[in-house]
């Protein structure tokens, strides 16, 4: 079996979800670094990815594009432990959650509070305080939200187990928190602010960790 490839930018925070997806489960990977947002998208990108977005995946003549097939295949193509739960209310939790992150949490979080707070001084030019304030209560749903569909056992977003949720989770506060505005809303929410704080020192976060795009 070959060592399968992950196309897309180390920063992107899809890129670093499935990343973590490999460490976890202990599988050798290649990255192959494409930027399709400092340029233009090489041409030969089309065949892995249609549309042109990031990641993008190749195993063994496989290829998937969309982060979240993309780490539900590693977990059940490779050994390693197991990060979908066994039970299928807990399966669903983990859809719940990611389709929460990618509809609701992803563009506010991101794009609105942190682009805006933390990129836009290195471009030259003023945040857009309006697109940040209107942000700001999208991501209190969504840290409320997430909140309440959490197990109170811990110390993972489902309990005991961690799961493609919690690593779907991870690379959006590790950024979002860069910004003020981001780490602010997350101390209002004192159980995720816990989940935080443990997911950050794992060794797969570290692994895979590096700075945002300037």
Same mark, same amino acid.
């Given at each position: 079996?070959?060592?399968?490839?992950?196309?897309?930018?180390?920063?992107?925070?899809?890129?670093?979800?499935?990343?973590?997806?490999?460490?976890?489960?202990?599988?050798?990977?290649?990255?192959?670094?494409?930027?399709?947002?400092?340029?233009?998208?090489?041409?030969?990108?089309?065949?892995?990815?249609?549309?042109?977005?990031?990641?993008?995946?190749?195993?063994?003549?496989?290829?998937?594009?969309? $982060? =979240? /097939?993309?780490?539900?295949?590693?977990?059940?193509?490779? #050994?390693?432990?197991? %990060? @979908?739960? *066994?039970?299928?209310?807990?399966?669903?939790?983990?859809?719940?959650?990611?389709?929460?992150?990618?509809?609701?949490?992803?563009?506010?979080?991101?794009?609105?509070?942190?682009?805006?707070?933390?990129?836009?001084?290195?471009?030259?030019?003023?945040?857009?305080?309006?697109?940040? $304030? =209107? /942000?700001?209560?999208?991501?209190?749903?969504?840290?409320? #939200?997430?909140?309440? %569909? @959490?197990? *109170?056992?811990?110390?993972?977003?489902?309990?005991?187990?961690?799961?493609?949720?919690?690593?779907?989770?991870?690379?959006?506060?590790?950024?979002?928190?860069?910004?003020?505005?981001?780490?602010?809303?997350?101390?209002?929410?004192?159980?995720?602010?816990?989940?935080?704080?443990?997911?950050?020192?794992?060794?797969?976060?570290?692994?895979?960790?590096?700075?945002?795009?300037?």
């Amino acid at each position: 079996m070959s060592v399968p490839t992950l196309y897309g930018a180390a920063y992107s925070v899809y890129v670093r979800a499935a990343r973590l997806a490999l460490v976890e489960k202990g599988v050798e990977y290649a990255l192959v670094e494409v930027d399709i947002f400092g340029g233009a998208v090489p041409a030969w990108y089309g065949a892995l990815h249609p549309f042109g977005r990031i990641p993008a995946f190749e195993h063994d003549g496989f290829r998937l594009y969309e $982060a =979240a /097939a993309i780490m539900r295949y590693v977990d059940e193509a490779f #050994a390693g432990p197991p %990060l @979908m739960p *066994a039970d299928p209310r807990g399966r669903a939790r983990v859809v719940q959650i990611g389709g929460l992150i990618d509809s609701y949490l992803y563009r506010p979080l991101i794009w609105d509070i942190y682009v805006e707070r933390c990129d836009a001084p290195g471009e030259g030019r003023a945040p857009d305080e309006a697109k940040i $304030a =209107a /942000a700001l209560p999208k991501v209190a749903t969504c840290f409320a #939200a997430i909140e309440e %569909l @959490m197990d *109170a056992r811990g110390p993972f977003l489902l309990g005991a187990q961690l799961t493609l949720a919690d690593l779907h989770l991870a690379p959006m506060i590790s950024i979002g928190v860069r910004a003020a505005d981001g780490a602010a809303l997350l101390a209002r929410h004192p159980r995720l602010a816990v989940w935080w704080s443990m997911m950050r020192r794992r060794p797969s976060l570290a692994a895979t960790g590096t700075r945002p795009k300037a």
